[in-house]
């Protein structure tokens, strides 16, 4: 009795403890997430917690600050890597410019520039100079790095540069000193792109504005050699070959060969395999010596029109008792493309007599020639030739196989020629052909293989298994040359699939998921069902009471507010800079914030509010906006039609 009592009063302090409990732990982690948040919740927190102190060999603190410890992840670090010192003149350009670098990271300057000329514009990688106070005779000027490691400038075409806008009072008033700290960021931003570029090692911990000038701590990274070209570097210029290196080291690395040899390892496996679905077009165009070729006794060709040849065979006869015999074979290259084969005329003074594959098939003369004898009359009948232009065809002889044309010729004294002309058309038309070669069917019908990546055209519809909803217009190519050119309209032409397939290596047996599934099936937001199997096999089924803590309330959406603040259009082009082509040489730069927890919204210096904290909603701005830069970009395109 008792211990019934008992029993049934800690039940009840459980119970009636369990609320306080969820409170407690809600607000520990609330705590935690508002702890995380300001450590890593923007890029500036991130940078000034772990990467900056990270580089610099600095401590870095756990998330509750509860423990700090020091990184070693570069093999050198500056204080100063790189110092910029700069000095607007009366015209708004920047006549003063240097730049003292640390190239060893020994923590003493060993390398200088100072600009000869006057920076008029500032690019993200380079800057403009021109005549001071105007943008007349500009200069385009490139950072970069010289084979011995010093930074210079080099001149380039202005489209060789990227971001640039104009400082001087050609633009407006005081743009550098009143914008002091982005041009500070803007100019030591070109330089530490062309540094980073010509060595991939530097990393920058940090970057500090004293005035007119900026400081970048830096440190170097990836390896400990004075030589930028090791492995690690070397990937950058060839990605590909990662994955040779990698399958190599990895052979005689004991840790992956261990792993290789655990169930785990060989267990299932997963395979990536690629694929291509083409449309290939093909169209020929044929000329009359693809279809049929021609050798022999041929005297003469001549045309009789589209894809037609007419040959001679002509020769000079005798009146002894063996007269010559002058042949011409033709072979067929392309039977089906032989419309017809005729002879279509024979002439002799005195006797011609026409064969095919040796066979006779007609003469011409006085009378007629037939069989090997020889004709019954003179060689000598008369001063005028005779002709037989009655067409015999052999246009299925050709077809059949190579075919023999002759002329045998009998004459004598002043007569003593014999032709035959044998006359061949044929379909030069062009030939298209058209298939679909489908490289995939196998893993699409594979149950093991799904479907990752795929790429139509150049149009990415799915991507990491998931369908992008994006599809490729129709497309127009042209095949073929010259009078076989064709235009063809089609779906897709290209499809470069990717699949996933799973390679099963040593028939581990599938986990038993039936217990899941039950609790899955049965249970509700009420009841847990549960199905456990006792130790004869067995299977029990069991039911208890279930419910989920309450949830705190969420807010509808992330309070947020739309400033804005003047901006002078000082964007540069080719053709001078944006504020001579505008009305109106100011504008306005957009900014949104993340109001704070008081729904107070958090102005820079300058702005002013366009749309107080709330759940703002611009995205039909931002349609307009993309749809104003596409239809400009359309505008720009060069085409050859008059306009």
């Given amino acids: 009795m008792r211990r019934s009592l008992i029993s049934s009063i800690a039940m009840l302090t459980a119970l009636a403890t369990q609320p306080a409990f969820a409170q407690d732990m809600d607000a520990r982690a609330r705590a935690a997430a508002a702890a995380s948040r300001a450590k890593s919740g923007d890029s500036d927190a991130i940078s000034n917690n772990y990467l900056t102190p990270g580089l610099a060999n600095q401590p870095v603190s756990t998330v509750d600050n509860s423990r700090s410890f020091t990184t070693n992840l570069a093999c050198r670090q500056s204080a100063t890597m790189l110092e910029m010192l700069i000095q607007p003149g009366m015209t708004g350009d920047i006549t003063h410019l240097s730049i003292s670098r640390d190239k060893d990271l020994d923590g003493s300057f060993d390398s200088s520039l100072t600009l000869s000329v006057p920076v008029s514009g500032i690019c993200a990688n380079g800057v403009i100079s021109c005549s001071p106070g105007s943008w007349n005779q500009c200069q385009s000027f490139k950072w970069e790095i010289g084979s011995s490691g010093d930074l210079k400038l080099s001149q380039v075409d202005l489209p060789d540069?990227?971001?640039?806008?104009?400082?001087?009072?050609?633009?407006?008033?005081?743009?550098?000193?009143?914008?002091?700290?982005?041009?500070?960021?803007?100019?030591?931003?070109?330089?530490?792109?062309?540094?980073?570029?010509?060595?991939?090692?530097?990393?920058?911990a940090q970057a500090s504005i004293d005035g007119l000038i900026i400081r970048y701590v830096g440190a170097q990274t990836t390896a400990c050699t004075p030589s930028p070209a090791v492995s690690a570097?070397?990937?950058?210029?060839?990605?590909?070959?990662?994955?040779?290196?990698?399958?190599?080291?990895?052979?005689?690395?004991?840790?992956?060969?261990?792993?290789?040899?655990?169930?785990?390892?060989?267990?299932?496996?997963?395979?990536?395999?690629?694929?291509?679905?083409?449309?290939?077009?093909?169209?020929?165009?044929?000329?009359?010596?693809?279809?049929?070729?021609?050798?022999g006794s041929i005297t003469s060709t001549s045309s009789c029109g589209t894809g037609c040849l007419r040959f001679q065979i002509r020769g000079a006869g005798s009146c002894g008792s063996n007269p010559p015999i002058y042949t011409v074979t033709f072979n067929p290259l392309l039977p089906r493309r032989i419309v017809s084969a005729r002879i279509i005329e024979m002439g002799a003074d005195d006797w011609v007599q026409g064969r095919i594959n040796g066979q006779v098939v007609g003469s011409a003369g006085k009378r007629l020639w037939t069989g090997d004898g020889l004709p019954s009359g003179d060689c000598r009948i008369s001063d005028d030739p005779w002709y037989n232009r009655t067409p015999i065809d052999f246009t299925d002889k050709l077809r059949s196989g190579a075919t023999s044309v002759s002329a045998r010729v009998r004459g004598g004294g002043g007569g003593n020629w014999g032709t035959i002309t044998a006359e061949i058309q044929v379909d030069t038309s062009c030939e298209v052909s058209e298939r679909l070669v489908d490289l995939c069917a196998g893993y699409a019908g594979?149950?093991?293989?799904?479907?990752?990546?795929?790429?139509?055209?150049?149009?990415?519809?799915?991507?990491?298994?998931?369908?992008?909803?994006?599809?490729?217009?129709?497309?127009?190519?042209?095949?073929?040359?010259?009078?076989?050119?064709?235009?063809?309209?089609?779906?897709?032409f290209l499809r470069r699939r990717r699949y996933a397939c799973v390679v099963d290596t040593s028939g581990t047996p599938q986990p038993d998921l039936a217990r899941a599934t039950y609790i899955i099936d049965h249970s509700t937001e009420t009841m847990l069902a549960d199905q456990t199997r006792t130790s004869d096999g067995s299977l029990v089924q069991s039911s208890r009471a279930f419910a989920l803590p309450d949830r705190p309330a969420v807010a509808a959406c992330e309070s947020i507010c739309k400033t804005r603040a003047p901006s002078a259009n000082s964007g540069v082009a080719p053709a001078g800079t944006v504020a001579q082509k505008q009305n109106v040489p100011v504008g306005w730069d957009s900014f949104y914030h993340v109001c704070s927890a008081d729904n107070v919204c958090p102005l820079g210096d300058g702005e002013e509010i366009v749309s107080d904290c709330g759940c703002l909603d611009d995205f039909p701005e931002a349609v307009v906006m993309m749809q104003t830069v596409r239809l400009a970009g359309s505008d720009l395109a060069c085409t050859a039609v008059a306009r």
């Fill in 161 to 204: 540069l990227s971001g640039c806008y104009c400082v001087n009072a050609s633009c407006g008033v005081n743009l550098v000193a009143g914008n002091l700290s982005s041009v500070l960021k803007d100019l030591g931003g070109g330089v530490i792109g062309a540094l980073t570029t010509a060595d991939p090692r530097i990393a920058v």
């Fill in 233 to 295: 570097t070397s990937y950058r210029a060839n990605p590909t070959a990662i994955s040779g290196d990698a399958y190599a080291a990895s052979q005689a690395n004991s840790f992956f060969t261990a792993l290789a040899a655990s169930p785990a390892g060989n267990g299932k496996a997963q395979e990536t395999r690629s694929c291509t679905i083409e449309r290939e077009i093909n169209v020929k165009a044929w000329d009359f010596t693809d279809i049929v070729s021609a050798s």
């Fill in 446 to 492: 594979d149950q093991a293989c799904r479907l990752v990546q795929e790429d139509v055209d150049g149009v990415q519809t799915v991507r990491n298994g998931v369908v992008t909803g994006l599809k490729p217009l129709p497309l127009t190519r042209l095949f073929g040359t010259g009078n076989c050119t064709y235009q063809y309209s089609r779906d897709f």
